[in-house]
């Protein structure tokens, strides 16, 4: 094999979502790619007209059905970005995280076709500073050390696939924090909501901890370089086996980055009109809001408002991206402020 070949079959797990769809995307630049899509119902509004593209439902949580996808598939690289929300049960983030991730790995490899395997990883999954955190010091949450169940199933996902990087089957893990940009209904979704409420003056806490953020065509493109790499022997040291942290790579207060996203939106909010509410008094409300809902609900529904959003709200996060420059050739998104003027604008236009 070259150095220049690359793969012609790709799978994304997740492929119909936020970050997959700016995935394909990506991977459809290259007229040589099919990609098949994978999700338990995929959804084709943004890639309606590729004959590039194959939908599959599929849960990958369910061995036999992940195993004929693979039959019918044959991938050459598997980019796997499926994951339930953070907010979901503990049970349903086990089961496709932890246990759908082992059963593609197990399928992975057993395909003499599959020579890569992407997975993207999470800021929830690493122990948060606040000084630039290198992949080497980064500490990976555990079984029995971790936040919440979400963080729990990233991070062990994250270290079974790291562990899994083998000659047959090279892997390689990408952690991505908030992510912005077009069809992103979740943290664009809530900002474009608090203004439709007049909540855009509202900030939790006293705004201290950083965050990073990515732009999602940029992270997307951050899992093409990586499942290229892998699929070449000769481009894939220094990348298989190996974890990078994925970022604009200008880490900002959380609720300064929410302001130029509500400035971008036509409603800049001074620092005199900021209330803050105490994050211990949210904290309290959301605790008091999830007991409700568990006992009133018997446990079927959830709140809005979550103990673990605002919990998170006080970890922070604080990445240097410089690994995946050098070993990827990564370069973050070089004007953040038209792509968050172009992310809030889809999401005007679209929500
Ligand atoms: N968005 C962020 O800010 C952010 C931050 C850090 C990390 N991440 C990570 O980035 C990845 C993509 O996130 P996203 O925001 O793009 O999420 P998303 O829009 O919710 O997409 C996730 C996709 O996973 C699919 N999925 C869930 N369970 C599945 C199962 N059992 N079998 C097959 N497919 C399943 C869902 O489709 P179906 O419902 O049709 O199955 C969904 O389309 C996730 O791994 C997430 O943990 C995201």
Redesign the pocket.
């Known amino acids: 094999m070259s150095e220049e070949e690359q793969p012609s079959r790709v799978l994304v797990?997740?492929?119909?979502?936020?970050?997959?769809?700016h995935i394909v995307r990506k991977l459809l630049e290259d007229p040589a790619i099919s990609i098949a899509v994978?999700?338990?119902?995929?959804?084709k509004q943004f890639l309606v007209g590729s004959d590039k593209v194959s939908y599959h439902s599929?849960?990958?949580?369910s061995a036999d059905e992940v195993q004929a996808l693979f039959d019918k598939v044959h991938p050459q690289v598997v980019i796997?970005?499926?994951?339930?929300?953070?907010t979901d049960t503990a049970a349903?983030l086990e089961?496709?995280?932890v246990e759908?991730t082992k059963i593609l790995l197990q399928s992975a490899k057993m395909c003499a076709d599959t020579r890569g395997f992407v997975y993207?990883?999470?800021?929830?999954a690493i122990v948060p500073t606040q000084e630039p955190l290198t992949e080497e010091l980064a500490e990976l949450y555990t079984d029995t050390h971790f936040p919440n169940a979400?963080a729990r199933s990233?991070a062990l996902a994250d270290a079974l696939v790291q562990k899994a990087n083998s000659d047959e089957l090279r892997t390689a893990v990408i952690?991505?924090?908030?992510?912005?940009g077009e069809h992103?209904?979740?943290?664009i979704g809530q900002l474009i909501s608090s203004v439709r409420k007049g909540e855009h003056k509202m900030q939790i806490g006293q705004n201290k901890k950083v965050f990073e953020f990515a732009y999602?065509p940029k992270a997307a493109e951050a899992h093409v370089l990586v499942a290229r790499a892998l699929f070449n022997e000769m481009t894939a040291q220094g990348v298989a086996g190996e974890a990078f942290f994925i970022s604009d790579g200008r880490p900002e207060l959380f609720f300064d980055f929410a302001r130029r996203c509500y400035a971008a939106a036509g409603k800049p909010v001074s620092p005199e009109e900021v209330s803050a509410i105490p994050l211990a008094a949210m904290q309290a409300v959301a605790s008091t809001g999830e007991w409700a809902y568990t006992i009133f609900t018997l446990g079927n529904k959830k709140p809005t408002l979550r103990r673990d959003n605002i919990d998170h709200l006080d970890r922070g996060c604080c990445w240097s991206v410089e690994k995946a420059k050098q070993r990827l050739g990564y370069i973050p998104v070089i004007d953040q402020d038209t792509a968050i003027q172009s992310s809030m604008k889809w999401a005007l236009d679209n929500l």
Do not use: E, Q
Not at 13 to 21: C, Q, V
Not at 120 to 124: A, E
Not at 175 to 180: I, K, Q, W
């Open positions: 797990t997740g492929g119909s979502g936020f970050l997959g769809t994978v999700s338990r119902t995929p959804k599929v849960d990958i949580a796997h970005t499926a994951s339930p929300k953070n349903a089961r496709t995280n759908g993207t990883s999470s800021d929830s979400y990233k952690r991505v924090p908030v992510l912005y992103d209904t979740s943290f999602a």
